[in-house]
């Protein structure tokens, strides 16, 4: 061989493919099935790997070069916020629930995804997906450290963050996302990739980042929404690797599409159950609204939706099964969410309160077939018991979904008079469910869902019997982050300090 | 002199999150690493066990032989999360771009001996696929490992591997076109100098043990791969023969070794510190392996030196990774 040759100009694909796909081997040695042992049993076929086209040809040089830069820029920012007391300039201290729930239920999402994504960036037989994917877990540990980087100013003034570590395990509405990543991470590695490269973030990431990033913008929040503006080109990649994934599986044999639809039936439906607590931050939590949830699933829930599900149609793919439900329920389930935190109060690690006459003309005009009809009644029972100087709580515990692990809640799709609850008898016990989607999510594979642990039941067992006040030690929650925002200690500071820093 | 530009002041509430305080106590604000990095995978109420391997929990201390009280013991001495491992990478990067327009500029390869060039071909531009199994193992590490701490400062190093194989592909596209990629390829398959290797690392592949896994890849495979080819095969021998311009191509993964082994290192002496029965478990992994991938090498040596020196080269290797397991406390 010569050795000395001029190199030929190569394309960035040819490039990228000698960099990646050209570094792994067929093994000889050893069969792929031991190096690869869980790539088959979810049935999902693939004759060639190499087919996988990779959504984002970047080299390591270059990812360290690009990422380094939004370090460099997103720490100078929150510095600054943190040196300039800049929690001050939030629009007021009601806007902390949204961050609270943040990063007690969404940052150790971020986390189980890096390393959901490093296991399937293992198991995977393809060089393509297995870099796609280490990128992504990579990512997702940025994310959740930055977030709790964040975070942790705000945790210095404020109630509610400290304890997110143990709350993430222990506190009962955290075992609503913890279930819905445990649940994805406990799949296969396709599953994995139709649930939270696919439903979580291609279908839904618009749903979900979206609204807290712009809430986070609209509210003077500038670390998070920092976080948000930094976070957003990878996003982006994320995206483009999960519409990148489920066309790889449904290209490679039909026999994929079923499972790949039974998958898309599920992950969509547990996506929007997860969703409800981003419709209430939305519609309650924010003091300057960006949009109502009814406006944001129109926009990215109904017209991108339909968008993709005409484009995934060609592959002989519906539309996901419960897809009518979740249209009935939109104009429901914020209010109905924010209700059951209302009454819950007690028991939750952010504040929760009553709309003003402001807010309630703002639903109104939002909801105008709903809010009114069915929700401003009992919102006003709650505002009047407190006018007579009584409090609005229902110490009597939630019965929880076995699958989404929300309170029963939800009302029937067809009577929001009716409140929904459904039961399977499975190997002699009785289970409950707030829809027919979490039902039927529970009967496709009910040797998983009967392991759920739910918080409820665990108050009343050993150790805890039912003793509340053992419980908030337990979960690590001082009453001073619990209950009604108005008589709150955040409240209180936020304004003593706002005036401190504001006049002389 | 000092200027002091006045802020208002802000009595704080906490000094910090209740699991660092528990940790750390709270009389230091904790660092950005510690923020980062503990605590932060779930460890209780886990939903669901796995459907690949339902005798498994979803977090599993139990896939290793190693037991620790604590895994989060095992931090990582450079504190690197994912910003200060970002920004020094990326400064690495950037030194690494300008020495390949140096050495482009200078034509430095035109001018090397052939066979300098040779051994560059035969020796480093087949690593490529070598650091690809580095990459899976560490992501294996990474996915399946106990606690941040431990598991974190592996996705890194996974990365920092496929971009080891990337500089090598790079090399080897400068010297030879995508030819030399296609020879490379091509050795690493079938010449005898690469099966032993080759082998090894399709026999690593198949182990499930985390710790297994980073003790014979991290510590074992790479602490006598990367004394035995960059420091002295490529650092010593050939910039003595006038193939500096290969030296300067590999200067990410000398650095990248000496850093990164001061974290390997680490977290074997806390292993081994923890327990008797860690330092048995972890005394029977280092000795078979190093024994093992000494003589693996051998034959990779020898694609740069005359057999005597091949034999003196690997054991100068051997002995510096048993003297560093001495010092992480193991063999005595």
Redesign the interface.
Known sequence: MDIKKTPKKLNVKEKYRLMTRDLAWEPSYRDEKEIYPYVDYEGIKVHDWSKWEDPFRLTMDAYWKYQAEKERKYYAIIDAHAQNNGHLNVTDARYLTAIKLFLQGISPAEYASHRGFARVGREFAGVGPQVACQMQSIDEIRHAQTQVHAMSNYNKFYNGFKDFASQRDRIWYNSVPRSFFDDAMSAGPFEFLIAIGFSFEYVLTNLLFVPFMSGAAYNGDMATCTFGFSAQSDEARHMTLGLECIKFMLEQDPDNIPIVQKWIDKWFWRGCRLLTLVAAMMDYMLPKRVMSWREAWNIYGVENGNALFRDLARYGIKPPMHWDDVEKSIDHTSHQIMLGLYQWKFGTAFHSWTPTASDIEWLKEKYPTTFEKYYLPRWEYAIAQKEAGGEYNNFGLPKLCQVCQLPTLFTEPDDPTQLCHRETDYEGEKYHFCSDGCQHVFEQEPEKYVQAWLPMPALMQEPLKGDLAAWMEWVSLEPTAAGEYASSEDKANFEKWRKQVSTD | MQIDVQ??N?E????????LKKRFGDKKIPS?YQ??SY??????????????APEQE??DPNLSKIRMNDWYDLKDPRQF???TY??N??????T??SNFKTVESLNL??GMP?PV??IA?NLLIPL??A??AA??NN??V???GYG?VF??PC??H???N??I???L??LG?????????E?A?QD??DSDAWQPL??SL??L??VRDPVEVFIKQNFVLDGLLYPLVYQRIVDQNLVEQGGSGISILTQFMTNWYLESKRWVDSVLKTMAAESAENKVVLEEWVDTAANHFTSVLLPVAGLAVEGNQADELVSEAHDELLQRAKKAGLFK
Not at chain 2, 173 to 181: H, K, N
């Open positions: 802020t208002v802000i704080q509430k906490n000094q910090t999150f209740t699991h950005r923020e980062a605590d932060l995978q779930a460890v209780e109420n886990l939903h669901y066990r796995p459907t690949w979803l977090y999360y994912y910003s970002t920004l990478r990326a400064k690495q990067q950037e690494m771009e390869i035109e052939d060039l040779a071909q490529r696929h650091s690809y990459n899976i992501t294996l990474c996915g399946y941040t598991t974190q996705v890194y996974a990365m920092d496929l971009g194989a990337q500089y592909s790079r596209l400068m010297i030879g076109d995508v030819e030399a990629l020879a390829k690493w398959m080759r082998r399709e026999d592949m198949c």
